[in-house]
C-alpha cells in the first residue's frame, strides 16, 4: 500500500510556471514507474506524463511537450512535474499515480495508487 500526496499546485498567469510534487511513504517507489494525470472540469481524466521506474524512460501527452518536465528523486520517493509556458487550457486537478510496472505509460488502468490531486488554474 502507497500513500501518495500532491502539492505545488495554485493560481497562476499564463505563461508562467508551476512544479508539482508528488511524495510517496510506499516501500516499492524506485521499482515503479510514475505518472501525472490531469481532469478538467467536464472532461475526463488524461494521462499528462509518466517516467519509468528508474528514470530513463518519459512519456508526453502531445499537447504539454516541450512545456512540461517529469522527474524524480528515488531517494526521496517524489515525483515531480515542472510546468512551463503555462495555458489557460491546462487549468485541471492534477493527480500523481504509481504504476503497477516498472515502465510507465498513458494508461490510468496500469496505476493502481493514487493522490487526492492538486489544483493548478491558468489564468489568461
Known amino acids: 500500500q502507497a500513500h501518495l500526496v500532491e502539492s505545488g499546485g495554485g493560481l497562476v498567469q499564463a505563461g508562467g510556471s508551476l512544479r508539482l510534487s508528488c511524495a510517496t511513504s510506499?516501500?516499492?517507489?524506485?521499482?515503479?514507474?510514475m505518472g501525472w494525470f490531469r481532469q478538467a472540469p467536464g472532461k475526463e481524466r488524461e494521462a499528462v506524463a509518466s517516467?519509468?521506474?528508474?528514470?530513463?524512460?518519459?512519456y508526453y501527452a502531445d499537447s504539454v511537450k516541450g512545456r512540461f518536465t517529469i522527474s524524480r528523486d528515488n531517494a526521496k520517493n517524489t515525483v515531480y512535474l515542472q510546468m512551463n509556458s503555462l495555458k489557460p487550457e491546462d487549468t485541471a486537478v492534477y493527480y500523481c499515480?504509481?504504476?503497477?510496472?516498472?515502465?510507465?505509460?498513458?494508461?490510468?488502468?496500469?496505476?493502481?495508487?493514487w493522490g487526492q490531486g492538486t489544483q493548478v488554474t491558468v489564468s489568461s
Open positions: 517516467i519509468s521506474a528508474k528514470g530513463v524512460n518519459t
Open positions: 499515480a504509481q504504476s503497477k510496472f516498472s515502465w510507465g505509460t498513458h494508461r490510468s488502468d496500469e496505476y493502481i495508487y
Open positions: 510506499g516501500r516499492t517507489f524506485s521499482s515503479q514507474a
